[in-house]
């Protein structure tokens, strides 16, 4: 009965441990989850009451698919001043989150048999969404040694005459790691060398950032006249924690754009007009509610990170944005738990939750075995808390 996309669709590699999370919690453990994708604070106020006005207000039919144009306008606006190049309202898409641009996108891009570059360790629904465009995932590993970031002359040595599309995600899910200006530049560069290639930059995380500017460094802030060939997309989810909400938004090349606005009109119509309301207070008032979130998450990465070290066994760097660390668990791999050997980042994490009730994220779903992510979107208790119990977990493996 299943058509064969339907059963080469894999479920969401996460599914498992959140299942499991959820089933330990059911039965009364204190699971604490550091496997999260959202920050642990509620949705600023103003954005709250900008919803609810709006839902009063009548804002409950259906929009433009594309967008309202007040809010097309206002991320035409801020983007703009993010990135130094000008964008027309006609050149923005405002959709169901940013999962469903970046899908949509796909759709719009990819023919069959076209290669998409996916740099690793990358976001675990790139490459299912790719598949579900009948494009071929070209994965472009990294390491510790390339800051678990793939450089320009990694691109070069994966692109064919077949890569139609290269995603990128800086600040990174699930490593927190963040491109630096010169590498940009080494990639702007790259991409000059392949004129047929058209970037997706992922920019969902490029307000979370621990250092350098305000913003993450960007294709567009070297490279202003490629504009036509780079989809900015990004979202409230969050950098205004509003992941329930769905809403996302991309900006481009105005075909590109129009064809996501139609394809949305053909599939989940529009995002939702009171959200639009909502995220249209967001980006006009809540600058000071996004700094005040990334000075905490400052804080607490670096509560976590250096708790993190001190446990023997685990490794991990300083992520430089997003809410996600990235450690490197190479020593447990070859241990024994209860008697069974761990071989890989899932077997870790699922006896982590098993043993300690902390759930997180196998680094293998991603792209590169020997390490886990860990979300720090969590309050400062459960931190310490979680670092204690991961302490427990590891020296009890033999
Ligand atoms: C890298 C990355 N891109 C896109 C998304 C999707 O975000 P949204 O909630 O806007 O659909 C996420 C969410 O986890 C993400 O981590």
Redesign the pocket.
């Known amino acids: 009965m299943l058509s064969k996309r339907a059963q080469n669709l894999k479920p969401s590699p996460t599914l498992a441990i959140a299942a499991k999370a959820k089933e330990l919690a059911a039965q009364g453990h204190a699971v604490l989850s550091l496997s999260v ?1 959202e920050p642990d604070w509620d949705t600023f106020p103003a954005i709250k009451d900008a919803g609810c006005h709006a839902i009063q207000a009548g804002q409950t039919k259906y929009s433009p698919a594309n967008g309202t144009p007040q809010l097309r306008t206002a991320i035409a606006h801020k983007t703009q001043a993010q990135l130094g190049v000008d964008f027309k309202p006609t050149e923005v898409v405002v959709g169901a ?4 641009i ?1 899908f949509a996108a796909l759709q719009m891009l990819v023919d069959p048999g076209d290669e998409v570059l996916i740099p690793a360790p990358y ?1 675990v629904s790139y490459p299912t969404m790719v598949e579900l465009a009948d494009g071929v995932p070209v994965i472009v590993p990294s390491d510790e040694l390339t800051g678990f970031k793939a450089h320009a002359t990694a691109f070069e040595k994966k692109i064919t005459p077949k890569t139609k599309v290269m995603l990128l ?1 800086s600040p990174n ?1 699930p490593t927190g790691q963040m491109y630096t200006r010169a590498e940009i530049e080494d990639i702007v560069k790259f991409m000059r060398r392949h004129p047929n290639l058209t970037v997706i930059s ?1 920019d ?2 490029n307000e979370l950032v621990f250092e350098g500017d305000k913003v993450a460094p960007h294709i567009l802030h070297v490279a202003p006249d490629l504009k036509e060939r780079v989809l900015v997309v990004n ?1 409230a ?2 950098t205004y924690s509003m ?1 329930g909400w ?3 938004w991309a900006l481009g090349d105005e075909k590109l754009v129009k064809a996501i606005a139609n394809y949305q009109s053909q599939s989940v119509s529009c995002a939702a007009p009171f959200t639009q309301t909502a995220t249209l207070a967001a980006l006009q008032q809540c600058d000071a509610d996004v700094a005040r979130g990334v000075e905490l998450l400052r804080k607490r990465r670096d509560l976590f990170v250096e708790a993190l070290n001190q446990v023997p066994g685990w490794r991990a760097g300083y992520p430089q944005g997003a809410f996600y660390v990235w450690a490197d668990i190479r020593a447990l791999l070859g241990r024994n738990w209860h008697g069974k050997r761990l071989e890989t980042s899932a077997d870790v994490a699922t006896a982590l939750l098993e043993s300690q009730y902390v759930a997180v994220v196998p680094g293998g779903e991603s792209g590169l075995e020997g390490y886990l992510r860990l979300s720090f979107a969590l309050g400062e208790v459960d931190l310490n808390e979680a670092v204690r119990r991961i302490r427990l977990f590891t020296d009890g493996l033999d």
Request: no cysteine.
């Open positions: 994708g989150g940013a999962k469903f970046l976001w995600n899910n992922d969902i995380y979202s989810s969050k992941t769905r809403l996302g």
